[in-house]
């Protein structure tokens, strides 16, 4: 089988089939994304260029469409470089959210199309109005209505859909669900396990932490405010006065990958430093930044508490993995999380805007964490049954892809 994939952060969500289905070397695997530094045995990366085109007088609430349609411009002309190579893929898989995937069937007519749907914007009980604290930059519900004009032509556009979890999926209007399978990207609890025995030496700031120390642990892409990071660090003077062995492990970037930026020349971390001062006890919170995937790994198998807060937006990789590495996890009640977390049974729940009540739980936590091993092992269990990537994501992407082309799932390779 002949398979594209489309997405403008190689491998993005792919990462796990494209690897699979390249490892299969009956397959062909092509991949269209823009030019990063990421590659994967078997698969062939075609680079577009990102739109550059100027936005001239166009209205405002137009501009993501601007981009969509340069974008599957952009692709469309990377497609029919395969086309004249002879190439006609059996199946493209892509995003839908950038305008990528638009402009495909006009050069591959006939050839299915599976399209994630990852989200649907809305004005209300959303995102854009959950935090008081922070405006969204998408505040104007005419605005976010026409942002959702991408989403909706890719939908014509495609053969199907896929969205990661049953929350983004009823966020989409009831004509596009039925026509839309929820599908996560799955967690290769092989490798994100727990082990009692790990141990995360960090020498530059002369420590060496294992199970049996007080780890609380915050993972995020960046520190921002749609991670709950503002909440988090206001809920860390407190906790550590109550905890007075407890150390904060803290992996993210300083960028801004959803919302608001903070203000000009600094970033949120700097901000929480500045806001909270000495009532914060600096020797026992490390920020980490990015760290390499093993070293994330070893982080959460030392973790006593795993903290993961989120708007009502997309569920990150971070909170299966963590849930995969028998963490304990303290996340947000927003319906994202609660939606795999079941309170006091496979971790616990607080309010995202109570900095109060997450410390509260955490101390709680911490002081209760070697009796809490059945919260461990049911949210080890949870990620397991429901996303372990071997025994059910995988075979449930070859079922829907079989579907699609018409052939069944144990001759995709032919």
């Known amino acids: 089988m002949i398979y594209l994939f489309v997405h403008q952060n190689f491998p993005g969500q792919y990462k796990h089939l494209a690897r699979a289905l390249a490892d299969d070397p009956s397959n062909q695997v092509f991949f269209i994304t823009r030019a990063n530094q990421n590659w994967m045995q ?81 004005a209300q009980d959303s995102d854009v109005d959950f935090d008081p604290e922070f405006a969204s930059v998408f505040n104007s519900a005419d605005r976010l209505h026409m942002r959702n004009a991408v989403s909706l032509l890719a939908f014509e556009s495609a053969t199907h859909g896929h969205s990661a979890t049953r929350w983004q999926h009823e966020l989409h209007p009831a004509h596009m669900r039925s026509g839309i399978t929820v599908l996560h990207e799955g967690v290769d609890t092989r490798r994100v396990r727990p082990d009692p025995n790990a141990v995360l030496e960090l020498p530059e700031r002369g420590l060496s932490l294992s199970p049996d120390d007080e780890i609380v642990t915050f993972v995020a892409r960046n520190l921002e405010p749609y991670r709950g990071f503002h909440v988090f660090m206001r809920a860390l003077p407190a906790l550590l006065k109550k905890r007075r062995k407890a150390h904060v492990l803290i992996v993210g970037g300083n960028g801004v990958s959803y919302g608001s930026p903070s203000a000009p020349g600094t970033t949120w971390r700097e901000c929480l430093l500045a806001e909270l001062g000495d009532r914060l006890d600096t020797d026992r919170v490390h920020f980490l930044g990015q760290v390499e995937y093993e070293q994330y790994i070893r982080i959460l198998q030392v973790s006593s508490a795993h903290v993961y807060l989120t708007y009502p937006f997309v569920l990150s990789w971070s909170f299966l993995e963590a849930m995969s590495a028998g963490c304990i996890v303290v996340g947000s009640g927003t319906a994202p999380v609660l939606e795999v977390l079941k309170p006091d049974v496979n971790g616990f729940a607080v309010d995202f805007l109570s900095p109060e009540a997450l410390s509260s739980c955490l101390a709680a936590v911490l002081g209760n964490r070697r009796r809490l091993s059945r919260i461990r092992a049911e949210a080890r269990a949870t990620a397991v049954r429901q996303f372990d990537l071997e025994t059910v994501i995988l075979p449930r992407w070859h079922a829907l892809i079989a579907r699609l082309v018409g052939k069944p799932a144990q001759g995709l390779a032919a």
Not at 43 to 59: D, I, N, R, W
Not at 80 to 86: A, D, F, I, N, T
């Open 42 to 122: 078997g698969v062939e990366k075609l680079v577009y260029a990102a739109p550059t085109a100027p936005v001239g007088q166009c209205h405002p609430y137009v501009v993501e469409m601007h981009h969509a349609a340069h974008a599957g411009d952009a692709v469309a002309a990377e497609c029919m470089k395969l086309r004249e190579r002879g190439i006609v893929p059996d199946i493209v898989i892509g995003h839908a959210g950038w305008g990528e995937t638009l402009f495909i069937r006009n050069v591959f007519p006939g050839v299915p199309i599976l399209a994630n749907f990852e989200f649907y914007y809305r």
